[in-house]
């Protein structure tokens, strides 16, 4: 088979950590071909490092597109434009794999389900949680009927303080919200698919902007994963800085969500800045707490706390020190387009992430909850 043609929309943060270390681990399989940024650096420096020889370099997304020469593309772009790229790619006749979260609103994410079941051609979204190994275990264990039926989750990922300093994070014109659509998310997805159920009766849910115009740059904390400044720009911050919600599912489960930047929360009550699940069924719970799978359960009548499987961080090469982990995102990916396997994030999946998502923002600010 010859190899497949890659491009890249979008070459900032993401981009350089995960999907370009990711994909360049299957050149034996794709040529890393076609870069689009606006800011031409960018393209040019990911075509230096990553691309093949012949690569190109675009600053308008369309260019790139024209060619068909391209089997799939990475959509790597603020919230707000993934649907109208991702659309205009798989018009385009190509593959999509579009960063998390699937889309700023439900009806973008619509479009997009809309444009794929039109025309035929693969989109998954970039839930890369879902491929760690605790979770992977939890799935397992899950599978398994350790648990029995499943009727209270737990989806945490909290941060005492770690808002973006680089990129346009705390933009709401451009990412659609804060913590709740950029970490939450990922929460959220792992949850709901360890429980493997995606039937939402309601969602009620507040977010909270406390902390962001608040605090001082001594006080602020930080996320400066790019090598950014350390703090960032009260006056232009305009989006929540913590967000709870709760999930009713039409069998009667429950979901309790809770992501944040800033939250005055001490670091033991889980704010390790990681995604986490808790689970809690009939015959026995787990949680990943501690990155790995902690089971609790009976054992000859006693209550009894199980540990299941090592402790093994990560999966995403560009965070990795040492030598990088196989990406299994990429790994994945990269066998669906070969047509070696089915893809394991699916879009209308990531539907329902993106519209629960949306009703805790709509009952924040109606104070209503909101039915599906």
């Known amino acids: 088979m010859a190899k497949l043609k890659i491009g890249f929309i979008g070459c900032g943060g993401i981009a350089n950590q995960k999907h370009l270390p990711g994909m360049s681990q299957q050149t034996e399989y794709v040529d890393l071909c076609a870069f689009c940024d606006l800011i031409p650096e ?11 020889p012949d690569a190109k370099v675009y600053t308008d997304y369309h260019e790139m597109l024209a060619d068909p020469t391209i089997d799939a593309v990475h959509v790597l772009t603020p919230n707000i434009a993934h649907c109208e790229i991702t659309v ?7 593959h999509v794999l579009c960063e998390k979260p699937m889309a700023a609103t439900p009806e973008d994410a619509q479009k997009m389900l809309d444009a794929r079941d ?11 949680y879902r491929h760690f190994h605790e979770n992977a275990v939890a799935r397992k264990v899950v599978a398994d009927g350790w648990l029995g039926d499943i009727y209270y989750a737990e989806a945490t990922y909290l941060r005492r303080r770690g808002v973006p300093t680089w990129g346009v994070f705390t933009d709401k014109s451009k990412q659609g919200g804060g913590p709740l659509i950029d970490i939450g998310t990922h929460a959220l997805d792992n949850t709901l698919f360890l429980m493997n159920n995606y039937d939402v009766d309601y969602v009620v849910g507040t977010s909270f902007e406390k902390l962001g115009r608040l605090l001082t740059p001594d006080v602020q904390g930080q996320n400066n994963w790019m090598g950014e400044p350390d703090h960032w720009n009260n006056e232009t911050y305009d989006v929540e800085d913590s967000a709870v919600g709760q999930i009713k599912m039409k069998n009667g489960a429950v979901i309790n969500l809770r992501a944040s930047w800033a939250m005055n929360m001490a670091e033991k009550a889980g704010c390790d800045n990681q995604a986490h699940t808790l689970l809690c ?16 359960h009976i054992v000859a009548n006693e209550q009894t706390i199980s540990w299941v499987g090592e402790k093994i961080r990560g999966y995403i090469p560009g965070f990795s020190q040492g030598p990088a982990p196989l990406s299994k995102e990429h790994d994945i990916w990269v066998k669906a387009l070969r047509g070696e396997g089915e893809l394991f994030v699916t879009a209308d999946q990531a539907f329902v992430v993106t519209k629960i998502l949306d009703a805790i923002y709509q ?6 909850a909101i039915k599906f």
Do not use: F, H
């Not at 960018?42 to 093949?52: F, V």
């Not at 719970?285 to 089971?295: A, F, I, K, S, Y």
């Open 42 to 52: 960018r393209a040019e420096k990911a075509a230096k490092e990553y691309g093949t």
């Open 88 to 94: 205009a790619a798989l018009e385009a006749g190509k």
């Open 363 to 368: 009952s924040s600010r109606t104070g209503q």
């Open 118 to 128: 039109r025309t035929g051609k693969m989109l998954t979204i970039g839930y890369q």
């Open 281 to 296: 069924g009939t015959k026995g719970g787990l949680d990943t707490l501690e990155g790995r799978v902690r089971l609790n």
